[in-house]
C-alpha cells in the first residue's frame, strides 16, 4: 500500500519541500524508497536522502510505500508527457490496450496510465473519466500532463484523499495531517467517486465522475427466493474475485450474521483455492462478541484468533487511535477501538489483506431505528434513508477503518460492497427487508441466505449489535474519560456542549438514529466527547475553525487536567 500527494504552486515557487513534508508525515518509515515528480523529471530514493536542493518545480507527484521492502512507482506513459501516481486493487485491470505500449511490469498502475495515453487528446480530465469509469476495485488516483493536477476516487471509497489550499499551494494527500503539516489550516474530503481539477494553477472543480443513479438499480425483485438465490449469486463472484492472487488472508469476526456469512463463503472458497483464511476476534473480557465468534469459527472449522482486552488497554490506545483516524467525533473514535487491536493482531502474523464485512445493515435493512423510519414514512422514504446512508458509509465507516489499517499496512477487502453486490441488494424490494414496523430484527434476505449456507440459527438471527457495543467498548469510555478527570461536572464549568464545536455527525446513529431507539445507547455523555477533543487537540489535529474553539475551551481547563 502506498500514500500519495500532489502539490502545485500558485507562485512559481519550488514544490520539493512541502511536497516531502507530505510523504514524511504520511509515511513513518524512514527508509521507505519513494518516488516524486517534480517538474518534468521523476526521482527515487530514500526519503531523507534526497537532494532536495538539486530538486526544482513548481508541480509535484509524490508516493510512499508503507513497508520498507516496497518501492514507490512513478508511472509515465510512452510519450512522456503523462505521469501518474496510484493507491488501489483493480480487478478488470488487464484490459486490452489497443496500441503498443513499452510496460515495465503489467500491473494495474502501468494499464491505467497507458489507457489515459490512448485517451488523452489534450484534455487530461476528459481522459481521466473516460478511463476510470471503466475500472472496478477501490483506487485512489493522480496524474499530471506537466500543466494541470487531475486526482480521482473509486465509486464506493475504498482509498482517501483529501485537499485544501493556502496563500502559496494547492494540494491534496492519502491523509488530511500531510496538509496541515504544509501549513493548509482546512483540509476538505474529496469524495468517492469524485474527480478534483486543478486547472492553470487554480482548483477549478470538485465533481462526480461516477454518476450514483446507475447504482441505484430499479426495485424489480419482489419475491424472496429470487433475491436470496441473485444475492448469493453476486456474493460468491465478488468474493472469488477478491480471493485470487492470495496465499492467505484475514476476516474479521464479531459474531453476528454479517461477518458470519462472509466467513462462510470466504472459508469455503478460500479451502478450494488453496488460501490459509485466519478469523480475529476481539472484545472485553466476557463479551458476547467473543463468544459467539468462537463458537461460530469452531463450528465451520475456521482457525481463530481473540484477543481479550482490558479498560487499560482501550486508554493507551485512544490516542493512537485518534491519530490514525484524524477525528474528534466519538462515533469514529469509538468504533475504531476494536479494529485497531484485531488489526494489530493481523500485522504480527504478517498477513497483508483482511476481509471485513460492513456493508448488509444499509443493503438490507439492519439498523434498529429502520422500523420507526418505516412507521412515520412508508417503504418510499424507508429505501431512500438506506441508500443515503450506504452512499455516506465512505464518510462515516469506510475511511475511519482504512486508515486504521494503514496504521499496519493492511489493505481491507468489502465484498458485501461490491458494485454487483450494491446493483443486486438495491433492487431488492425493500418489503423484503423489513417486513414491518413492528420488525426488530431485519435483512431477512441476508438472513436467509445465512441459514441456507448453514449458518446455526442463534447466529443469523442474532440482532444487529453494534460492535462497540458487542465488544463491550461504549461503557468503558466514560470510565476512561473520568479517570483523566473529564466529567459532567467539567462540562457544565467549561459550559462546553460538542454542537459548538462542529454540527457535523459522522455516524447514521449519531445524525438521526439515536431519535427512534435508546439514546443513552447509541450517545455518550459530553464529558466523553470532551475528551476526545482534549486527545485530538493535544495530537495536532483538526481543521483550524475547530481547533480554534477547542483552544477556547481547553484554555479554562483546571491545571491539574
Known amino acids: 500500500m502506498y500514500v500519495l500527494a500532489g502539490i502545485i504552486s500558485k507562485n512559481g515557487a519550488n514544490v520539493v519541500k512541502p511536497l516531502i513534508l507530505m510523504l514524511q508525515q504520511q509515511s513513518n518509515n524512514k527508509n521507505a524508497t519513494v518516488g516524486l515528480l517534480v517538474g ?30 516496497y518501492y514507490a512507482p512513478v508511472y509515465r506513459d510512452c510519450s512522456g508527457k503523462l505521469t501518474l501516481i496510484y493507491d488501489g486493487v483493480i480487478y478488470n485491470f488487464k484490459k486490452k490496450l489497443f496500441r503498443n505500449h513499452k510496460l515495465l511490469s503489467i500491473t494495474d498502475g502501468d494499464v491505467i496510465t497507458h489507457l489515459l495515453e490512448e485517451n488523452y487528446a489534450g484534455e487530461l ?10 475500472l472496478e476495485g477501490g483506487f485512489a488516483v493522480a496524474a499530471t500532463d506537466g500543466n494541470d493536477l487531475i486526482a480521482a476516487r ?25 496538509l496541515w503539516r504544509i501549513g493548509i489550516p482546512n483540509v476538505f474530503r474529496l469524495r468517492a467517486g469524485s474527480i478534483l481539477q486543478i486547472i492553470n494553477r487554480k482548483l477549478l472543480d470538485v465533481s462526480k465522475i461516477f454518476p450514483e443513479e446507475p447504482f441505484k438499480a430499479k426495485i424489480g425483485i419482489k419475491d424472496i427466493h429470487t433475491a436470496i438465490n441473485r444475492y448469493q449469486e453476486a456474493l460468491y463472484v465478488a468474493v472469488e474475485k477478491m480471493l485470487k492472487g492470495l496465499s492467505k488472508a484475514g476476516i474479521l469476526l464479531s459474531g453476528g450474521v454479517d461477518s458470519a456469512l462472509l466467513a462462510k463463503i470466504l472459508n469455503d472458497k478460500a479451502s478450494k483455492m488453496g488460501i490459509n483464511l485466519v478469523g480475529y476476534t476481539v472484545g472485553l473480557e466476557g463479551s458476547p462478541d467473543l463468544k459467539y465468534a468462537e463458537e461460530f469459527a469452531e463450528k465451520i472449522g ?3 484468533k481473540k484477543k481479550s482486552v482490558t479498560v487499560d488497554d482501550l486508554d493507551k490506545a485512544l490516542p493512537k487511535v485518534v491519530r490514525a483516524v484524524e477525528e474528534r467525533d466519538y462515533v469514529q473514535v469509538e468504533t475504531s477501538l476494536i479494529p485497531y487491536f484485531s488489526l494489530e493482531m493481523v500485522a504480527n502474523d504478517g498477513i497483508k489483506v483482511v476481509f471485513v464485512g460492513q456493508g448488509p445493515d444499509e443493503l438490507w435493512g439492519g439498523y434498529p431505528w429502520y422500523p420507526r423510519l418505516l412507521r412515520e414514512w412508508g417503504y418510499a422514504k424507508l429505501h431512500e434513508t438506506m441508500w443515503e446512508d450506504l452512499i455516506r458509509g465512505e464518510v462515516e465507516t469506510l475511511a475511519r477503518e482504512n486508515k486504521v489499517a494503514q496504521v499496519f499496512d493492511i489493505e481491507l477487502r468489502y465484498p458485501y460492497l461490491d458494485i454487483d453486490v450494491i446493483k443486486t441488494a438495491m433492487s431488492v424490494a425493500p418489503q423484503l427487508k423489513v417486513f414491518s414496523d413492528k420488525d426488530q430484527l431485519g435483512k431477512h434476505v441476508h438472513r436467509a441466505l445465512a ?10 438471527e442474532r440482532k444487529k449489535t453494534a460492535a462497540q457495543h458487542g465488544a463491550g467498548v461504549h461503557k468503558m469510555l466514560l470510565q476512561i474519560a473520568k479517570k483523566h478527570g473529564f466529567n459532567e461536572k467539567l462540562v457544565s464549568r467549561l459550559n462546553y456542549s460538542p454542537d459548538k464545536i462542529s454540527s457535523e455527525k459522522l455516524g447514521s446513529s449519531s445524525r438521526y438514529g439515536y431519535k427512534y431507539v435508546d439514546k443513552d445507547r447509541w450517545l455518550l455523555p459530553s464529558c466523553v466527547q470532551l475528551y476526545f477533543d482534549y486527545v485530538a487537540y493535544s495530537e495536532g489535529l483538526l481543521n483550524k475553525n475547530e481547533r480554534e474553539k477547542i483552544a477556547t475551551i481547553l484554555k479554562n481547563l483546571p491545571t491539574s487536567q
Not at 480530465?125 to 471503466?134: D, G
Not at 482517501?160 to 491523509?175: R, S, V
Open 40 to 69: 518534468d523529471k521523476i526521482f527515487h530514493g530514500k526519503i531523507n536522502d534526497l537532494n532536495v536542493e538539486a530538486i526544482e518545480g513548481d508541480i509535484g507527484l509524490g508516493c510512499a510505500p508503507l513497508k520498507k521492502t
Open 125 to 134: 480530465t476528459y481522459a481521466f473519466k473516460k478511463v476510470l469509469t471503466s
Open 154 to 178: 473509486d465509486p464506493v471509497g475504498f482509498r482517501t484523499l483529501y485537499y485544501g489550499e493556502n496563500n502559496d499551494f494547492i494540494a491534496f494527500a492519502t491523509l488530511k495531517k500531510a
Open 302 to 304: 475456521l482457525p481463530v
Open 451 to 460: 441459514k441456507k449456507l448453514g449458518i446455526p440459527t442463534f447466529i443469523a
